[in-house]
Every structure is written in structure tokens, then in C-alpha cells.
Antibody
Framework: QVQLQESGPGLVKPWETLSLTCTVS??????????WGWVRQPPGKGLEWAGS???????YYNPSFKGRVTISVDTSKNQFSLKLSSVTAADTAFYYC??????????????WGQGTLVSVSS | DIQMTQSPSTLSASVGDRVTITCRAS??????LAWYQQRPGKAPDLLIY???TLNAGVPSRFSGAASGSEFSLTISSLQPDDFATYFC????????FGQGTKVEI
């Protein structure tokens, strides 16, 4: 059974960088069968895709984040990570990591982590 | 950017009702549409992909269809477990989600 687990600080100060890691079990990121992505959801609102990455390090990002997003992968630890720079209160959200269902970056998400709430506040 | 317009935003229904949620794409997305169910405090669960293909383990009372640029999710007979929020997602160009439909009693 594929499982994903987000980890990282639950509170980030304004204008600092949000950093989260997703640890994958039950599948190998380096198998090359899937892209791996991040999706966020402000409390009580809708879902927004942030970006996705392949085991090679090839990444695609949502242009609406205006270059603030960086996703990296560590195949030795079977993890991938999200960095979001210059955060503001608008970046307060539940952050989910998820598996893209194929080796094509634009596909649906078939497995999700439980999500982690990150609040931006001084 | 491809925008997904989902309606209604809230739907009041009863157990046993047939309910339909719609999602309209701002551009042609072919069959590349998925539906997710999200219960309070939980991550989304994949229900349907490629417009009408049920994910493994999803009850057959759920179905998906398309007519032109309008996509629909139908629950044929609403069960207590189905009261949740539903999101559509296009994946023709990157991924964009609809705003969600809350199905409530």
C-alpha cells in the first residue's frame, strides 16, 4: 500500500521560506513510474496544485506561484521536498503531497498524504 | 490557464437521492478530468479519472460523464458516507481544480 507522509514546521514567519518533506513508503520514487507533487488547500477553500517532480529532478511548477516554489527529490531517502519562499498570510494552508498516477507530469493524483497545516504568522 | 467552474457550490440532499455535480472547463480538455471526494479533515480521495473510469474500490453508484466541455459526477443513490465535498480536476494542461461542491443533508 502506497503511503505518503508530510513533515515540517507548522508555523512560518512572514517573508521566510516554508519547507516541507514528503516521505514515501510502499513505492519507490526512483522506479520512474510516477511524478510526485504538492497540492495545497487554504482552510475552507479549494485545492491548488503547486508543482510536481520526477525522480530525475525534472520539475514542473504552477506559474501562479511566480517562481516562489522549488521542489527537489532525494531518491536515497525516498523523499521529495517543497520550498516556498517569501511567504505571506495567503500561503497559510494545508499542504498535501501526492503521487501522480503516471510518468507524465500532467495526470491525476492517485495517492495522497494526510496533509499538514502550515500557518504563516509572526 | 484552464479554469474549472464547478456547480453548485453547495447541494442539500437526502439519503437515497440522485445527485449530479457539474464542472465546466474554460478550454478543451479532452477526457482528462478526474473527480475527488474529500471528507472533513481528510485528504482528497480519487473517485473517477479520465471522465468516467471508476478508481478501484469506488462503489458503482458513482459515475462520470461528459457533454462537450461540461463534465458531470452523478451519485445514483446517496448514502450517509457520501456527504462530503467533491472536486473536479483537469489534467490536460498541468492540473487545475474546481472550487468544490459540498453535499450536505
Amino acid at each position: 500500500q502506497v503511503q505518503l507522509q508530510e513533515s515540517g514546521p507548522g508555523l512560518v514567519k512572514p517573508w521566510e521560506t516554508l519547507s516541507l518533506t514528503c516521505t514515501v513508503s510502499g513505492d519507490s520514487i526512483s522506479s520512474g513510474k510516477s511524478y510526485w507533487g504538492w497540492v495545497r488547500q487554504p482552510p475552507g477553500k479549494g485545492l491548488e496544485w503547486a508543482g510536481s517532480i520526477f525522480y530525475t529532478g525534472s520539475a514542473y511548477y504552477n506559474p501562479s506561484f511566480k517562481g516562489r516554489v522549488t521542489i527537489s527529490v532525494d531518491t536515497s531517502k525516498n523523499q521529495f521536498s517543497l520550498k516556498l519562499s517569501s511567504v505571506t498570510a495567503a500561503d497559510t494552508a494545508f499542504y498535501y503531497c501526492a503521487r501522480v498516477s503516471s510518468s507524465v507530469p500532467r495526470d491525476y493524483f492517485d495517492y495522497w498524504g494526510q496533509g499538514t497545516l502550515v500557518s504563516v504568522s509572526s | 490557464d484552464i479554469q474549472m467552474t464547478q456547480s453548485p457550490s453547495t447541494l442539500s440532499a437526502s439519503v437515497g437521492d440522485r445527485v449530479t455535480i457539474t464542472c465546466r472547463a474554460s478550454q478543451h480538455i479532452g477526457p482528462w478530468l478526474a473527480w475527488y471526494q474529500q471528507r472533513p479533515g481528510k485528504a482528497p480521495d480519487l473517485l473517477i479519472y479520465k471522465t468516467s473510469t471508476l478508481n478501484a474500490g469506488v462503489p458503482s453508484r458513482f459515475s462520470g460523464a461528459a457533454s462537450g466541455s461540461e463534465f458531470s459526477l452523478t451519485i445514483s443513490s446517496l448514502q450517509p458516507d457520501d456527504f462530503a465535498t467533491y472536486f473536479c480536476q483537469q489534467y490536460e494542461t498541468y492540473q487545475t481544480f474546481g472550487q468544490g461542491t459540498k453535499v450536505e443533508i
